[in-house]
């Protein structure tokens, strides 16, 4: 099962290795990344592999929403499937 996590805001030292950190101490493998800075702001979109969690799919997301809390980030996890249909033409 794979998911897309996205992240946007200020930019900031540190987003990706925080957020790729979340990911491994779970057993979540980020397969892919494509990330862009446009003056300040900063933007990245992550596939990740969700077979080797060790949590379940709500719990990945409540990480990820409170590193985003706290560090004025919106941040989003969502299944592969779910963001496939929503940007299907």
Do not use: W
Not at 3 to 30: F, P, R
Not at 34 to 43: P, V
């Amino acid at each position: 099962m794979r998911a897309v996590i996205t992240v946007i805001g200020k930019d900031m030292v540190g987003i990706l290795a925080a957020v790729s950190g979340i990911c491994a101490e779970v057993g979540v493998n980020v397969t892919e990344v494509s990330q862009s800075i446009m003056q300040d702001l900063f933007a990245m979109i992550m596939l990740v592999d969700l077979s080797g969690s060790t949590i379940p799919f709500l719990e990945l997301g409540s990480r990820l929403d409170k590193y985003g809390e706290e560090s004025g980030l919106s941040v989003r996890v969502m299944h592969e499937d779910l963001f496939n249909s929503m940007h299907r033409i």
